[in-house]
């Protein structure tokens, strides 16, 4: 059984409060100032859960480094007020990151979900049919 310490819940409540004002941030037409507290919490609480020194080796593999400078490019470009550009080059930093990470994911939900048509999208956009 894996044990959760209390820094990675507090971790947790972080990045979900940097989520929750990200996304206010957005829906309230980019607003600056939200979305810069949002992005502090985020990666406050990536820091939580993971620790400092797997979120650095994360960030900062050699062939991830281009989508760790624009995600974090981005991070800091949304901190000096440009939030709309900002937004784009995290957004590209994080699907560049990530992008190993997004077939999992798929494959997971076209499994997991016995919707009809939502399993048939996910079967796709994880590029395989078959159920196995």
């Given amino acids: 059984m894996i044990s ?12 979900g409060f940097g989520i929750f004002f990200i996304l206010f ?4 037409y980019f607003d600056s100032v939200l979305l810069a507290f949002g992005n502090l919490l985020f990666l406050t609480g990536l820091l939580f859960i993971i620790g400092l020194r797997r979120t650095f080796s ?12 624009f995600f974090l490019g981005g991070v800091v470009i949304v901190l000096l007020r440009w939030p709309l550009l900002g937004m784009f080059l995290e957004t590209y930093g994080f699907f560049s990151l990530f992008k190993g990470f997004f077939p999992v994911v798929f494959g997971f939900l076209g499994n997991a ?8 999208l996910f079967q796709r956009l994880q590029g395989t049919r078959s159920m196995v």
């Fill in 25 to 28: 941030g957005i829906l309230l």
């Fill in 4 to 15: 959760i310490t209390e820094w990675q819940k507090i971790g947790v409540g972080t990045t």
């Fill in 113 to 120: 979900s016995n919707i009809p048509y939502l399993s048939t």
């Fill in 58 to 69: 994360f960030f900062f593999q050699r062939h991830k480094l281009k989508g760790t400078s």
